[in-house]
């Protein structure tokens, strides 16, 4: 059987355990030959890369494993490149929630004025290191988690536009997926999604039973009605995640057609996401004390002892695991139903061509082949418009260094929706980006 050459973008990151636990976990499924961790952040890469050493000493000797800051040596002969960077770190993170709650906007890591804050360092990170990948691997399959994922997948598509191995993916979906199939007792493999929307922002109209064909959203609604709404790995969440699928129920009281993404709710209730966030407190902070601490204790740990011992939990990862499995079905061709961000063209029939969607897509070796849904109701429709025409706002503010269409793309997000807030909250934001952003004039 073939054998893969993998690098994951961002091998510091809180998030690169699960991956390398998952990569033991999986290898009959993804088998692989060489997997290198990158990170410009040496410190942290330093702590995780040793971290698997051991892991891949004890449990996977036959792959060849190592870590680097140098690009050359991350990607060349890869045939897929996992990215996953946060640029400016969680510190950014926490000034990206933090700046719009204190003028009572909603402050969140990839919706409304953080969200476009985070946008526009992500724009300029991402099309640096796609084009060093493409120098040393042209075609390696590039698979992008980085956030914000629409406003990403909108400065990629118009920066490398002939290039067909770059996919960006979210977790979210398939994670609220995952929650339904807690709620019926089955297996999420056993449900078969339609979903529509962009990245962070969309709805799931169906959700057939992969066996009988029945639809079971009628039965989902139900139960959320009952028992509210959790997510599938509720156990190991912090209180501020329960709360995030919590108002999954409150939007099903409010707009009950359709099972929304966990995300909507920032869109749909702007003035009480910014009344209730703790402004002293946000994710990001949430993040630092918890995760981040614990994955690098984690670490710690075990490079002290030399040794996994009896440490080595090997707890499933959704996040990792999807990642892996987009891979499996792109590697193998195996054509399985992903929710992935792609350019429209036509899936939504009422939404422009040129719109980063969210859709459910058979992926196989030639890429997503997107599933059609057809025209979307008005409602929906008036969202998601306003949000396109925000996110591309904000990718032209990019490319033409303009104040202008940043402010443009500020004022139409619903989640700040006034020009003279738009304004206060850009210049914030332009002070604390200072050499993260590009110049805007
Ligand atoms: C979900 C989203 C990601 C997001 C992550 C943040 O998985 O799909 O886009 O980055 O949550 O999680 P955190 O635990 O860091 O708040
Ligand atoms: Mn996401």
Same mark, same amino acid.
């Given at each position: 059987?073939?054998?893969?050459?993998?690098?994951?973008?961002?091998?510091?990151?809180?998030?690169?355990?699960?991956?390398?636990?998952?990569?033991?976990?999986?290898?009959?499924?993804?088998? /692989?030959?060489?997997?290198?961790?990158?990170?410009?952040?040496?410190?942290?890469?330093?702590? !995780?890369?040793?971290?698997?050493?051991?892991?891949?000493?004890?449990?996977?000797?036959?792959?060849? &494993?190592?870590?680097?800051?140098?690009?050359?040596?991350?990607?060349?002969?890869?045939?897929?490149?996992?990215?996953?960077?946060?640029?400016?770190?969680?510190?950014?993170?926490?000034?990206?929630?933090?700046?719009? $709650?204190?003028?009572?906007?909603?402050?969140?890591?990839?919706?409304?004025?953080?969200?476009?804050?985070?946008?526009?360092?992500?724009?300029?990170?991402?099309?640096?290191?796609?084009?060093?990948?493409?120098?040393?691997?042209?075609? +390696?399959?590039?698979?992008?988690?980085?956030?914000?994922?629409?406003? !990403?997948?909108?400065?990629?598509?118009?920066?490398?536009?002939?290039?067909?191995?770059?996919?960006?993916?979210?977790? =979210?979906?398939?994670?609220?997926?995952?929650?339904?199939?807690?709620?019926?007792?089955?297996?999420?493999?056993? /449900?078969?999604?339609?979903?529509?929307?962009?990245?962070?922002?969309?709805? &799931?109209?169906?959700?057939?039973?992969?066996?009988?064909?029945?639809?079971?959203?009628?039965?989902?609604?139900?139960?959320?009605?009952?028992?509210? &709404?959790?997510?599938?790995?509720?156990?190991?969440?912090?209180?501020?995640?329960?709360?995030?699928?919590?108002?999954?129920?409150?939007?099903?009281?409010?707009?009950?057609?359709?099972?929304?993404?966990?995300?909507?709710?920032?869109?749909?209730?702007?003035?009480?996401?910014?009344?209730?966030?703790?402004?002293?407190?946000?994710?990001?902070?949430?993040?630092?004390?918890?995760?981040?601490?614990? !994955?690098?204790?984690?670490?710690?740990?075990?490079?002290?002892?030399?040794?996994?011992?009896?440490?080595?939990?090997?707890?499933?990862?959704?996040?990792?695991?999807?990642?892996?499995?987009? +891979?499996?079905?792109?590697?193998?061709?195996?054509?399985?139903?992903?929710?992935?961000? !792609?350019?429209?063209?036509?899936?939504?029939?009422?939404?422009?061509?040129?719109?980063?969607?969210?859709?459910?897509?058979? /992926?196989?070796?030639?890429?997503?082949?997107?599933?059609?849904?057809?025209?979307?109701?008005?409602?929906? $429709?008036?969202?998601?418009?306003? =949000?396109?025409?925000?996110?591309?706002?904000?990718?032209?503010?990019?490319?033409?260094?303009?104040?202008?269409?940043?402010?443009? +793309?500020?004022?139409?997000?619903?989640?700040?929706?006034?020009?003279?807030?738009?304004?206060?909250?850009?210049?914030? $934001?332009?002070?604390?980006?200072?050499?993260?952003?590009?110049?805007?004039?």
């Amino acid at each position: 059987m073939r054998e893969f050459n993998v690098c994951i973008v961002g091998g510091g990151s809180t998030f690169t355990l699960g991956f390398l636990k998952s990569f033991v976990r999986m290898k009959k499924d993804f088998p /692989l030959k060489k997997l290198v961790l990158f990170d410009i952040d040496q410190e942290r890469q330093d702590v !995780v890369g040793k971290f698997g050493d051991i892991l891949y000493r004890e449990q996977f000797p036959e792959l060849d &494993f190592s870590y680097t800051t140098d690009s050359k040596e991350a990607y060349e002969g890869m045939d897929f490149v996992f990215m996953q960077m946060r640029a400016g770190g969680l510190p950014m993170r926490a000034q990206d929630e933090h700046i719009p $709650l204190s003028m009572g906007m909603v402050g969140q890591e990839t919706c409304g004025a953080g969200g476009m804050a985070y946008g526009l360092r992500s724009i300029v990170e991402m099309i640096k290191a796609v084009h060093e990948i493409r120098e040393y691997a042209p075609d +390696a399959w590039i698979l992008n988690y980085s956030n914000p994922a629409a406003i !990403v997948a909108e400065a990629l598509r118009r920066e490398f536009p002939a290039d067909h191995r770059i996919l960006n993916i979210c977790d =979210q979906p398939e994670n609220v997926v995952r929650s339904c199939s807690r709620l019926l007792g089955c297996s999420w493999e056993d /449900l078969d999604p339609v979903y529509f929307g962009l990245n962070h922002y969309g709805w &799931f109209t169906h959700i057939y039973d992969k066996h009988t064909g029945e639809d079971l959203l009628p039965k989902i609604k139900e139960l959320i009605k009952k028992q509210g &709404f959790l997510p599938q790995d509720a156990e190991q969440r912090d209180p501020s995640w329960l709360d995030t699928y919590g108002m999954v129920e409150t939007m099903m009281k409010d707009f009950p057609e359709f099972l929304p993404n966990t995300y909507d709710q920032y869109y749909l209730y702007p003035d009480y996401k910014a009344e209730t966030l703790d402004p002293n407190f946000t994710r990001a902070d949430e993040v630092m004390a918890g995760r981040e601490k614990r !994955v690098f204790a984690e670490c710690e740990e075990i490079i002290a002892a030399g040794t996994l011992g009896d440490k080595f939990d090997d707890i499933s990862d959704a996040h990792a695991e999807m990642m892996i499995e987009v +891979a499996v079905a792109i590697a193998f061709n195996k054509n399985n139903r992903h929710i992935l961000i !792609v350019e429209n063209n036509g899936a939504i029939a009422n939404i422009q061509d040129d719109a980063m969607v969210e859709v459910v897509c058979e /992926l196989g070796a030639n890429g997503p082949r997107p599933m059609g849904v057809g025209n979307i109701p008005q409602f929906y $429709l008036g969202l998601l418009v306003n =949000q396109v025409s925000s996110e591309k706002l904000l990718v032209d503010a990019y490319y033409e260094n303009s104040y202008q269409k940043a402010l443009e +793309a500020f004022t139409l997000n619903r989640l700040v929706n006034d020009g003279k807030k738009a304004r206060k909250v850009l210049d914030a $934001l332009i002070e604390v980006n200072q050499g993260m952003w590009p110049e805007l004039r």
